[in-house]
């Protein structure tokens, strides 16, 4: 991909391209007859740009062989706006989650201590506070390192972007 719009290059050049640059290098693209770094992996890192608005493409079909062929470029200019709202939705999350530790009681097996035996109160009364796995006894579970976490995870993204 070009940094102009006004140049277009289509997937079968890309891994062309892909495949010059590293050429001279440690890098193998073909190792055994079987390529590392196969088209359709490039098409579909194209398609995932394209999804998250940082391509574009045309689409002509080949009038000899009746196939599309894909023309991109990459659009950068919205990158800092598309950031900036991912990482507003992980602020978002992460309060979630904060909001779900502070307002549950939590109990995990003293025997086991497999995170998917962490239940909540009501799940442990359901249970006679009873490993479901195990049979072991669920105990009070300190979840103060998980909340201390979210809070500076919190803090920190919205620092960067306050910062942006």
């Given at each position: 991909m070009h940094n102009s719009k006004t140049k277009e290059i289509t997937d079968d050049e890309i891994t062309e391209n892909i495949k010059a640059r590293i050429q001279d290098t440690d890098i193998d693209f073909e190792e055994n007859d079987e390529e590392k770094l196969k088209l359709n992996t490039?098409?579909?890192?194209?398609?995932?740009?394209?999804?998250?608005?940082?391509?574009q493409f045309r689409r002509v079909r080949d009038k000899n062989t009746g196939w599309f062929i894909y023309y991109w470029w990459h659009d950068f200019e919205k990158l800092n706006e598309i950031l900036l709202e991912k990482e507003q939705q992980i602020i978002g999350k992460l309060r979630d989650r904060l909001?779900?530790?502070?307002?549950?009681?939590?109990?995990?097996?003293?025997?086991?201590?497999?995170?998917?035996?962490?239940?909540k109160f009501d799940e442990a009364v359901d249970l006679n506070f009873k490993c479901p796995n195990c049979e072991g006894?669920?105990?009070?579970?300190?979840?103060?390192?998980?909340?201390?976490f979210l809070k500076e995870k919190i803090v920190l993204l919205q620092d960067k972007i306050n910062h942006f």
């Open positions: 490039v098409r579909k890192t194209l398609y995932k740009l394209y999804s998250a608005k940082l391509a909001k779900f530790e502070l307002n549950n009681y939590f109990f995990i097996c003293e025997k086991c201590r497999r995170p998917d035996t962490r239940f006894i669920l105990v009070a579970d300190e979840n103060k390192d998980i909340i201390d």
